[in-house]
């Protein structure tokens, strides 16, 4: 199994930024592809991100496109998502994952991942 834990939330004012981090443990971490989702109070959780095992790929929800920028550094285990111009609307829990199983690109479903970090609270005051 692999184990994932957020960091980098919190509290900032609409227009700025934050940077998630996702570091993992337990696996060899650059075979498997990640994913970033949120879930706001009251919603479902949706999808945010994803990036191939090798990095060479991404792909964003349409809601965060050209704000958002998902990353990995395999030599550190950690993933990543730099988020900017951010809006009251990208207030929520952010969990990172892992498709552990490889599945064909691009990986958006929740159900396709297998492993999920604890989250980490985003709050965007207006």
Excluded: H
Excluded at 11 to 36: E, H, I, K
Excluded at 104 to 113: G, I, L
């Amino acid at each position: 199994q692999v184990q994932l834990v957020e960091s980098g939330g919190g509290l900032v004012q609409a227009g700025g930024s934050l940077r998630l981090s996702c570091a993992a443990s337990g696996r060899t971490f650059s075979r498997y592809a990640m994913g970033w989702f949120r879930q706001a109070p009251g919603k479902e959780r949706e999808f945010v991100a994803a990036i191939t095992w090798s990095g060479d790929s991404t792909y964003y929800a349409d809601s965060v496109k050209g704000r958002f920028t998902i990353s990995r550094d395999n030599a550190k285990n950690t993933a990543y998502l730099q988020m900017n111009s951010l809006k009251p609307e990208d207030t929520a829990v952010y969990y990172c994952a892992a498709d552990l199983t490889r599945r064909p690109w691009p990986v958006v479903a929740s159900t396709s991942f297998d492993a999920w970090g604890q989250g980490t609270q985003v709050t965007v005051s207006s």
